[in-house]
């Protein structure tokens, strides 16, 4: 069964740094995308990045471009997102998730795309 455990998460003033980790399980097959949303209070839900399997192609939200880094490693099928220079408005809950996909994709995919999620990790940037 597909599982994905996120972790990472904590308080951080702004300004700081933050690595999440999302650790995948149970999915096998090549071609999928593994996506980081986050959710703050009173806010939908929002795509933060994503990375595309097997190419590693990566796309970003506007607001985190040059900020944030996804990357995978593929040994611990383990997806990380690197955030720098932290905001206060960064603060959310930070989720994985995955599809799979045969489609060719050139963005970032929608919350509705994805079938397997993990619980979230809170990311709180405060002074």
């Known amino acids: 069964q597909v599982q994905l455990v996120e972790s990472g998460g904590g308080l951080v003033q702004p300004g700081g740094s933050l690595r999440l980790s999302c650790v995948v399980s149970?999915?096998?097959?090549?071609?999928?995308?593994i996506g980081w949303f986050r959710q703050a209070p009173g806010k939908e839900r929002e795509g933060v990045a994503c990375?595309?399997?097997?190419?590693?192609?990566?796309f970003y939200q506007d607001s985190v471009k040059g900020r944030f880094t996804i990357s995978r490693e593929n040994a611990k099928n383990t997806v990380h997102l690197q955030m720098n220079g932290l905001k206060p408005e960064d603060t959310a809950v930070y989720s994985c998730a995955v599809t799979r996909t045969m489609m060719q994709v050139g963005s970032l995919l929608p919350a509705s795309a994805y079938d397997y999620w993990g619980q979230g990790t809170q990311v709180t940037v405060s002074s």
């Open positions: 990375i595309v399997s097997p190419e590693g192609s990566t």
């Open positions: 149970g999915f096998t097959l090549d071609y999928y995308v």
